[in-house]
């Protein structure tokens, strides 16, 4: 059984020019794929997710986008992907610093949202070296290949727009199977909202938010997510795995960088205080603010 | 030559579950919505059904019910449970009719289903007498009544402020708004501010379209048409499928009578055109 291969040739040719390897096949029926979604410069996150994604003897690990944005030290997070080489898609963050533009295109429309996104992206702009914004315009947008028979799209947004928001409670059954078709999919993995969920829609077709692990999930709690993915033939099994990591230390660091008091209180308590007006009624019922 | 806007996806549903029919006679209304207008009439919960079934087949991602004001169906609720069995819901009140009970079931079908329910609440002034200047006197004590029964059904409104009521733009402006919806004890204030359409009865209150107010591209670039909701949009009423929420009493903007039959670009001939264009407006919150 051919396990994985690549289906895009622009990305078979990006991964190529990259000398990155093709997935790594374990001599295991099921193979085990990890993702990444937006690291917001939570580079304390990464070092424990990596760690974690490691012990775990996962098959394959790909980042969804937006290295950078609310944290600290923004060009810590590119050199240790490019250190290990590990493959991923562009964000609109990283759409943005590579192509000098003046903001995130987060895709918020409050102006509350737009403010602190806004101190972000200067913030990260200001501090990501030339070399490394050159490497983020050379990540695809997306990155398909089979696992298993199932053909997967990893994409940062949705696989129509890379900002574009991919909410539980708003991305209905319907729409999420006309996606799939549109896009010719069986599984679709993505980031961007901060939160993880999957449906699973029918003939093994799943739709995955990997959620991030750039800041906490707005739940009060300090840990953050990444997601594991088992594929064996047509069976697919998501996992969303928490991750401590020192968070204290990360919150030291973004004092010292004075970055707002707002995005360190999210770090600390768990619970969102900004960029948060674009979340939908129910999600944003289960947060403190 | 006018700019024509491919549906790119049919992601939102509009559905006018009132009709052109109205408990208040708002004087920027840009469809004239009133106790007496019965331009187009209310939609049966059978009827909604059969949206529903037309939404899924097309990815329909979410709905939106408006009127006139929806809570004069009395269907609204069913209409709501119904939807909520398949995507998110957003209803577009004048909050008057929001009474203790009708809110505790709100609340409830919101918690019963896996999708958001979101209440969307108009304000179109700081205080009683700018506000009753145009919705009409008495109506904003009616309000704030409402405001206070959803905020203890534990429902957190977005609150939507038109352009009419001075100084919203602003930062101040905005300021005190969300000062006015955390009186009532919502504590996470939701704001959408609209801008105003002068069709309808703003073209008395204030004027109307000039001639050059158009959208003048003769074409538009898919992310220059993704800004525009009419990319993604139909809107259902007793007399069929429109482009938008806006155009309805345009004969031209009917697109057909189901939504299959209106998949097709539209052009952009429109004053309102030039007003989403240039604001940047969208209906969606």
């Known amino acids: 059984m051919r396990v994985a291969e690549l289906q895009s040739s622009r990305v078979a040719e990006e991964q190529s020019r990259r000398n990155e390897p093709p997935l790594q096949l374990r001599n295991s029926a099921t193979l085990q794929l990890a993702f990444i979604g937006g690291i917001y410069s939570n580079y304390h996150a990464l070092v424990a997710t990596l760690d974690d994604i490691a012990r775990r003897g996962v098959d394959a ?43 995130c295109h987060c895709g ?12 972000s992206y200067d913030y990260t702009f200001a501090n990501t070296s030339d070399d490394h914004k050159r490497w983020m315009g050379t990540l695809p947008r997306e990155i398909r290949f089979i696992a298993g028979d199932r053909k997967f799209l990893l994409v940062h947004g949705s696989p129509r727009k890379i900002n574009e928001f991919l909410w539980r409670s708003t991305s209905p059954e319907p729409f999420l199977d006309k996606l799939l078709r549109d896009h010719d999919a069986d599984v679709i993995v993505c980031t961007h909202t901060g939160l993880h969920w999957h449906r699973a829609l029918d003939r093994n077709r799943h739709v995955i938010n990997a959620g991030v ?52 209180e999210t770090i600390l308590t768990g619970w969102w205080t900004t960029c948060l007006e674009i979340l939908p009624a129910k999600e944003r019922a289960a947060g403190k603010w | 030559m006018t700019a024509s806007i491919p549906l790119l996806a049919l992601d939102t549903l509009w559905i006018q579950v009132a009709g052109t029919l109205c408990n208040i006679a708002c004087t920027h209304c840009f469809i004239s919505c009133s106790p007496t207008n019965d331009s187009h009439e209310m939609i ?35 209409i709501l449970e119904a939807t909520l069995r398949q995507g998110p819901a957003t209803v577009l009140t004048n909050g008057m009719l929001l009474r203790s009970e ?66 919203v733009e602003t930062n101040e402006g905005r300021a005190r708004f969300l000062d006015i919806i955390r009186n009532f004890g919502f504590t996470k204030p939701r704001l959408k501010v609209l801008s105003l359409f002068r069709i309808g009865a703003e073209e008395t209150r204030t004027r ?58 539209f052009p952009l001939k429109y004053g309102a055109c030039h007003t989403c264009w240039v604001d940047g407006v969208t209906c969606r919150t």
Not at chain 1, 226 to 249: C, G, I, K, M
Not at chain 2, 116 to 130: H, K, P, T, Y
Not at chain 2, 244 to 259: D, Q, R, V, Y
């Open chain 1, 61 to 103: 690990t790909y980042f969804l986008g937006d290295l950078g944005a609310f944290g600290p030290h923004p060009d810590r997070v590119p050199a240790l992907l490019r250190e290990r080489g590990i493959a991923g898609i562009q964000g609109n963050y990283e759409e943005s610093l590579s192509s000098d533009a003046s903001d």
């Open chain 1, 108 to 119: 918020y429309t409050d102006p509350r949202d737009n403010h602190y996104a806004q101190i």
């Open chain 1, 213 to 264: 692990i750039g800041r906490p999930a707005n739940d009060g709690h300090t840990n953050v997510w990444y997601t594991l993915v088992r594929v064996s033939n047509d069976h697919v099994e998501v996992e969303f795995v928490p991750v401590a990591y020192d968070h204290h230390a990360l919150a030291d660091e973004m004092r010292r960088e004075r970055l707002p008091d707002e995005f360190v």
């Open chain 2, 44 to 78: 049966s919960l059978a009827e909604v059904e059969r949206r529903l079934d037309e939404a899924r087949e097309l990815g329909v991602r979410e709905y939106y019910f408006t009127g006139g004001e929806p809570f004069m169906n009395r269907d609204m609720l069913s």
């Open chain 2, 102 to 167: 009708t809110c505790r079931r709100l609340r409830e079908l919101s918690d019963a289903s896996d999708y958001s329910l979101d209440i969307r609440v108009s304000l179109d002034g700081f205080d009683a007498e700018s506000h009753d200047a145009i919705r009409g006197r008495g109506v904003w004590d009616k309000v704030m009544t409402g405001l206070r029964n959803l905020a203890d059904a534990g429902i957190n409104p977005v609150i939507t402020v038109t352009t009419a009521a001075e100084g």
């Open chain 2, 208 to 265: 109307a379209y000039e001639e050059w107010e158009r959208i003048a591209n003769e074409s538009l670039t898919d992310d220059e048409a993704s800004t525009l909701q009419c990319s993604s949009c139909r809107m259902v009423t007793s007399k069929g499928v429109y482009v938008c929420p806006i155009l309805i009493e345009e004969p031209e903007a009917k697109m057909g009578e189901t939504l299959a039959d209106t998949l097709r670009p």
